[in-house]
Structures are given as structure tokens and as C-alpha cells.
Nanobody, 115 residues
Framework: QVQLVESGGGLVQAGGSLRLSCVAS????????MGWYRQAPGKQRELVAV???????NYGDSVKGRFTISRDTAKNTVYLRMNSLKSEDTAVYYC?????????WGQGIQVTVSS
């Protein structure tokens, strides 16, 4: 079993910043891609950013240039630094990791951006 614990969400004003963290634990030998997705009310879950085991990152178009994903391999943790937040960034953010070929999801954390 793999457990993912997310933290760092909350309420922020437009233009502000937040940093999300996700710690993976349990049977995580072979962990490779780690990332973040989000889902706003009434919308489908979408890619925010993912990062490979060697540090290659990929971002959703709507967050490019504003968000930065990083990971600490020793701590099995993935971070998402979110700058210049907009009201449209309001969503539940989900951590996702791949361990070998199996995908695991966190419980989600709310990010609310007030305009």
C-alpha cells in the first residue's frame, strides 16, 4: 500500500503564493513519476504538473510560468510552488504518484483563491 499525505493548501488572495507538499510512504520502492492534478467544481480533473524520477517536469498550459514542481527523492516528497495565483486556480489539488506501473492518489487538498 502507498499512502500520500498532502499539505499546504488554503485560502489566498489573487496574486499570492502557496506551496503544496505531498509525502509518499508505504510500499514505494520503484516510485517514479510524481505530480499534481486539480479538479474545480463542475470540471474534469486536469494536469497541473508532473515530474519524473530524474527531474524532468511537464506542466499544464494554464500554469506554465507561474507554478514550479520539484521533488526531494530522499524524503519521497513532491512540492508545487504556486505563484501569481488566479481565481481560476481555485480547485481541489490531488497528489499522484506512480510506483512501478501502479497509480496512487492522495485525498485532495483545497486551494481557494479570492479575487
Amino acid at each position: 500500500q502507498v499512502q500520500l499525505v498532502e499539505s499546504g493548501g488554503g485560502l489566498v488572495q489573487a496574486g499570492g503564493s502557496l506551496r503544496l507538499s505531498c509525502v509518499a510512504s508505504g510500499s514505494i520502492s520503484g516510485i517514479n513519476v510524481m505530480g499534481w492534478y486539480r479538479q474545480a467544481p463542475g470540471k474534469q480533473r486536469e494536469l497541473v504538473a508532473v515530474i519524473s524520477s530524474i527531474g524532468l517536469a511537464n506542466y499544464g498550459d494554464s500554469v506554465k510560468g507561474r507554478f514550479t514542481i520539484s521533488r526531494d527523492t530522499a524524503k519521497n516528497t513532491v512540492y508545487l510552488r504556486m505563484n501569481s495565483l488566479k481565481s481560476e486556480d481555485t480547485a481541489v489539488y490531488y497528489c499522484n504518484v506512480f510506483v512501478l506501473s501502479q497509480s496512487y492518489w492522495g485525498q485532495g487538498i483545497q486551494v481557494t483563491v479570492s479575487s
